[in-house]
């Protein structure tokens, strides 16, 4: 039935023509239309509005906040912030994954991991909410999940544990395909950053973990994708996958129509790029930049937005829905 699906997408114009044709993404949340994700017994329906994801980091050393939330009680607190201020998904990490990070093994990651998701999963904030567990290791993501994580970011896609996409398969939660080159260490080596055309290029790549995934028996309305900005890519790479997410969409739907409309998830928030072009080296004075970054990334084309400060990102996304809203009002010749 896949394979009879993608036939469709590659002929000229094919079903993602024929979609744009019949009105496209305008149709979305007219006569009953929604697009939907199904975690557990529900279905998310993720096209209503754009989520925002905050950022659990356990680590001693990320570049934004490691060493902040080492501790079970101030983790559950930022995580009750976080809810409190609208975040609709929780992501928590226990392996750093900036540039050059050295990397943990799954039993470091779990001892870190597990106290700090049992005790979120007590608190009666958290119902209704989304966990999301970030990580590379099939391990982590499977203990992780059986104690009430409801999904999988992994930033490798796939690639840093073979065993992975089998194991998100059998769990049967969502699964976000991340692109990146390499892993945290070499992502920033030269070779990694060598692109003749980068939208088409991170187009193809993510479309190829993502049929990985596919073929290992994660099925493509269960898959999220991240452009993985700061991920092997320069400042001018991470700006123009800003601005370049239809492009992307555009790309990938050469090849699969299903994986070009799941949700994009984006993550520039206090990032070096940022950083740079602001003349910011302090992470923690970036969050203004970061609400300029998903601002451009929401009318753009993203759907999930990570981030650190849910409160400012927020704000953002509810402008970027209401203008995108006007937009669908007003017909395809505005903005």
């Known amino acids: 039935m896949v394979a009879s699906w993608h036939s469709f997408s590659k002929q000229t114009g094919g079903l993602f023509e024929l979609w744009k044709k019949l009105g496209g993404d305008s149709l979305i949340g007219k006569e009953g239309l929604r697009r939907v994700l199904p975690i557990g017994n529900q279905l998310w329906d993720w096209s209503k509005k754009t989520h925002v994801m905050g950022v659990l980091n356990l680590t001693p050393d990320s570049f934004s906040d490691g060493g902040k939330f080492q501790s079970v009680e101030t983790s559950v607190s ?19 994954t900036r540039p ?47 104690k009430g994580a409801h999904l999988i970011n992994d930033v490798s896609g796939g690639k840093l544990d073979s065993s992975m996409l089998n194991v ?36 193809s790549e993510l479309y190829m973990q993502a049929r990985e995934a596919e073929l290992s028996g994660v099925p493509a309305w269960r898959i999220i994708i991240d452009p993985g900005i700061g991920f092997s890519k320069t400042t001018e790479h991470n700006l123009e996958i800003l601005m370049g997410l239809s492009t992307i969409r555009g790309e990938v739907a050469m090849k699969s129509l299903a994986i ?36 451009a990334g929401i009318l753009a084309g993203a759907n999930i937005i990570r981030v650190h400060n849910v409160r400012d990102s927020l704000d953002a996304a509810r402008l970027c829905d209401a203008l995108l809203k006007q937009k669908r009002k007003r017909g395809p010749h505005m903005m």
Do not use: W
């Open 78 to 96: 930022q995580v009750r912030l976080m809810i409190s201020e609208g975040a609709d998904i929780i992501d928590i990490g226990a392996q750093s």
């Open 100 to 146: 050059f990070a050295s990397r943990i093994s799954a039993e470091e990651e779990l001892d870190r991991l597990i106290p700090v998701l049992e005790a979120v999963l007590e608190i009666p904030e958290i119902e209704g909410k989304l966990l999301s567990v970030d990580t590379f290791y099939s391990k982590v993501a499977s203990e992780a999940v059986n």
């Open 168 to 203: 998100a398969a059998i769990l049967r939660v969502p699964y976000v395909v991340m692109h990146m080159r390499g892993d945290p260490c070499t992502m920033q080596k030269s070779e990694n950053l060598h692109y003749e055309d980068l939208c088409k290029q991170v187009a």
């Open 260 to 295: 070009s409309h799941a949700p994009i998830l984006i993550g520039p928030s206090r990032k070096s790029f940022l950083g740079e072009i602001c003349n910011r080296p302090d992470a923690f004075e970036r969050d203004p930049a970061t609400v300029a970054a998903v601002t």
